[in-house]
Nanobody, 117 residues
């Protein structure tokens, strides 16, 4: 059974940074793509960043390019999302997900990120 557990959310001022972590279990971690999504109440869940298994390649949605960095540590079964220069528009619940870019299959419980102006 695949389980994903996020941590590291919180409340920050605009311009500050946060680092999210997601620990995965129940899968051959190094083989699989993992991603970060975010959702604002009343809106659809949005893909933020994704990192492939094997030789890792990263994908970022345009609004976070140059500010967010996704990384993985296969020894710790963990992916990270370092979020720099956070803005109020980044306020959302951030979810870790496992699956393809088009079809995430497993989800974490979510971590709230709040950015005040």
């Amino acid at each position: 059974q695949v389980q994903l557990m996020e941590s590291g959310g919180g409340t920050v001022q605009a311009g500050e940074s946060l680092k999210l972590s997601c620990v995965a279990s129940g899968l051959r971690f190094h083989n699989f793509r993992l991603s970060w999504y975010r959702q604002v109440p009343g809106e659809e869940r949005e893909l933020v960043a994704s990192i492939s298994g094997g030789t890792p390649e990263a994908y970022y949605t345009d609004s976070v390019k140059g500010r967010f960095v996704i990384a993985r540590d296969n020894d710790k079964n963990t992916i990270y999302l370092t979020m720099n220069d956070l803005q109020p528009a980044d306020t959302a619940i951030y979810y870790c997900a496992q699956g393809s870019l088009s079809t995430p299959v497993h989800w974490g419980q979510g971590a709230q990120v709040t950015v005040s102006s």
